[in-house]
């Protein structure tokens, strides 16, 4: 039997309207040829014969079937963009400055003295200054020579300074035991981050004279900013001189016996002048220091080493006595004179106490004398 006379035989007997043996070869049980045809007519399932063949495309698709929608896919990310973060330059939103508005350092010290310099700065940024920010005052290059130690004055827990304000460091300098001239020199810092504002610089001269009584003569002490009294009657003897913490104190003879003068318009009044002698360089230097009322013998003082930062504190008046700062042990004069002799000559009674040395004293302790190392 020719090749695919079984498939046309089959298709015929599905298909409506086929006859047997119409267009196929009809094959008996044994195989053999029971009509012939060349080619069999292909058959449409529901057409009959036709001569073209079957397009698969003339079948309609099959029906959708009901399911959830499908949502839209989210778009592909970039892994690379998102495992590596992009550094990007954010500006600051803060800005440091600052500018010293004064400042009081010693000009000269004694061998080992020690003192409480001041700095006060104003916050000319836009940050605001704490302790843990990291804002202080420093010794530029992180080191000072009259500071041992951390060259660093911070602010107190609690406290901060706002842009505008203004806030004063104490700075401890203390003389290194060696004659000679430092600069002590301080700016604003913040901690690991960067300097910034003025710097404020100060030439401190140390000195290391162990001088004694002998080397005092009155007549030729150089007396600065006040009339010269020397000339005065001495009438007066001092009786007492003490420090503590936050006073001193001094009496003489003749307290409450001079006549008090009146020294503004207010009607307030002073009976005599604190005198203070101090070695400098070798040189021995005199000015009334303080005011006393009457019958007055207290006057504050935070601390010895403090006589020269509180009463001698302006270069153009005191000159090299300004802001001296005596060592331990060192030689300085007192005298008490009758009127007002600070700055001014207003007195009446032209009389004084005579002159007294003393070895000076230590911070924190309280010292009273006599006895003198001198007096007149």
């Not at 449409?44 to 698969?56: F, K, N, R, W, Y």
Request: aromatic letters at 8%; proline letters at 7%; a negative charge.
């Amino acid at each position: 039997m020719r090749q695919g006379s079984t498939f046309a035989v089959v298709l015929c007997a599905l298909a409506a309207g086929c006859a047997a043996g119409e267009g196929v070869d009809v094959v008996d049980a044994s195989g053999a040829d029971i009509a012939a045809s060349d080619a069999p007519p292909v058959v449409d399932a529901g057409q009959g014969d036709v001569s073209a063949p079957i397009d698969a495309r003339a079948f309609d698709a099959p029906a959708a079937i009901d399911g959830p929608a499908v949502t839209d896919v989210p778009a592909v990310t970039d892994v690379a963009s998102t495992d590596v973060p992009v550094a990007v330059d954010v500006p600051e939103t803060t800005t440091d400055d600052a500018a010293i508005t004064e400042a009081a350092f010693p000009r000269w010290m004694g061998c080992t003295a020690s003192v409480e310099a001041l700095v006060t700065v104003r916050n000319t940024g836009t940050s605001t200054w704490t302790d843990a920010a990291g804002y202080a005052l420093g010794g530029v290059d992180d080191s000072d020579p009259l500071h041992p130690g951390e060259a660093r004055v911070r602010l107190p827990d609690g406290v901060s300074v706002a842009p505008g304000e203004t806030h004063t460091f104490a700075v401890r300098i203390t003389a290194p035991g060696s004659a000679g001239r430092r600069v002590s020199d301080w700016r604003m810092v913040r901690e690991h981050l960067r300097w910034f504002g003025e710097t404020t610089a100060h030439e401190v001269s140390v000195q290391c004279d162990d001088a004694g009584t002998d080397s005092f003569r009155l007549a030729d002490v150089t007396v600065v900013s006040s009339p010269d009294v020397r000339g005065f009657a001495v009438t007066s003897r001092v009786t007492a001189l003490r420090f503590r913490p936050g006073t001193i104190h001094i009496d003489h003879e003749r307290r409450g016996m001079w006549p008090a003068v009146t020294i503004s318009d207010d009607g307030t009044t002073q009976e005599a002048t604190i005198w203070v002698f101090f070695r400098i360089d070798g040189r021995w230097y005199a000015t009334g220091a303080e005011r006393l009322r009457p019958n007055q013998t207290d006057k504050a003082l935070d601390n010895p080493s403090s006589a020269g930062h509180e009463w001698l504190y302006d270069p153009g008046r005191w000159g090299e006595m300004t802001n001296y700062v005596p060592a331990p042990g060192e030689l300085v004069g007192f005298m008490v004179v009758a009127g007002s002799t600070r700055s001014d000559d207003h007195v009446i009674a032209r009389e004084r106490t005579g002159a007294v040395l003393i070895r000076f004293p230590r911070d924190g302790e309280e010292t009273s004398y006599p006895p003198f190392a001198w007096q007149e």
